[in-house]
């Protein structure tokens, strides 16, 4: 059992992942997407109090390139990732969002191209042109139903950039840092610039939303607080350490549309129409290919 219990829990991961586009959907009938990403990120950085009580004491040590790569990470991962996809999430459909989201390895390889000349194989170039031609399908989709779907859809592609630059981001971390130290700052980072947000914004409001919330309000948001942002990554970084890198890839990233879509019918009613799976496939082929290179 202990043998495969790393490979049942990236399962579990990818359950969790392609769940949190459909219950954020959910969460977003009640709260905006600036509302929903502080207070993700205020509640998560709470629960790792006691990770980042042990971090202080590594941090002291930290080169000026670690901070940089910590407030990097932060930026992307909790601020400007979360605010574009739950942005996206409000005009789409949850499974349309995610998929363009599955697209991230694509735009991972050019930036580690560009930032560590990360070469890039002709297989994966063809691996990124196919994925990019799923994104334009499922983009003329959410064209025809007017204006707003295709700003959702521009919305969705800087969500996924922004965790693009956070995959790269993070290889470099995670062998400078332990997991739960990049965790926990970058959920405290996040939750800061979240609230400098706020501030600089004047959206008031979303400092007194909890008070509204209803009873599912509060389940959409405590799902993705617990399962989403905390057990899901302590699950990913235990599964990752034992789990071969392409093993590990392919269990916690191609099933997540899969659930997702369920989810969607199960719980929102709204059924995957057959140009998405269309769209779908071809993003998910092209992503294939780039990881088997």
């Known amino acids: 059992m202990k043998r495969w219990a790393p490979y049942v829990l990236l399962i579990v991961v990818s359950a969790i992942w392609g769940a949190h586009a459909v219950v954020g959907a959910a969460a977003l009938q009640a709260l905006s997407p600036l509302s929903l990403s502080v207070w993700r990120y205020t509640f998560t950085a709470i629960l790792f109090v006691p990770a980042m009580i042990f971090a202080l004491r590594r941090l002291r040590a930290l080169t000026k390139q670690d901070i940089w790569l910590l407030f990097a990470a932060s930026l992307t991962s909790a601020v400007i990732y979360p605010l574009f996809f739950y942005q996206s ?7 349309e969002s995610l998929l363009i989201v599955n697209a991230a390895p694509v735009l991972t390889a050019l930036f580690a191209y560009f930032l560590y000349r990360e070469k890039i194989s ?19 989709q959410a ?81 993705i607080v617990i399962f989403v942002s905390t057990l899901a990554y302590i699950l ?14 392919a269990l916690t990233f191609y099933p997540q549309s899969i659930f997702a879509a369920i989810l969607q019918w199960i719980w929102l009613g709204q059924v995957v129409t057959l140009v998405t799976v269309i769209g779908g496939i071809i993003i998910l082929s092209g992503s294939m290919i780039m990881r088997r290179t």
Do not use: E
């Open 89 to 95: 999430l409000d005009i789409l459909p949850p499974i």
């Open 122 to 140: 002709k297989k994966q170039m063809i691996g990124l042109f196919i994925a990019l031609v799923g994104v334009i399908v499922i983009s003329s």
């Open 143 to 223: 064209a025809s139903r007017g204006t707003d779907s295709l700003w959702a859809i521009g919305d969705a592609v800087i969500g996924t950039a922004s965790f693009a630059m956070y995959t790269v981001i993070s290889r470099k971390l995670y062998t400078r840092l332990p997991l739960f130290d990049v965790l926990a700052v970058t959920s405290f980072a996040g939750a800061v610039m979240l609230w400098l947000l706020v501030i600089i914004t004047h959206s008031w409001s979303v400092a007194t939303v909890l008070s509204t919330l209803t009873v599912n309000g509060w389940i959409s948001l405590l799902f």
């Open 236 to 249: 990913y970084g235990y599964g990752l350490a034992r789990v071969p890198g392409a093993v590990s890839a």
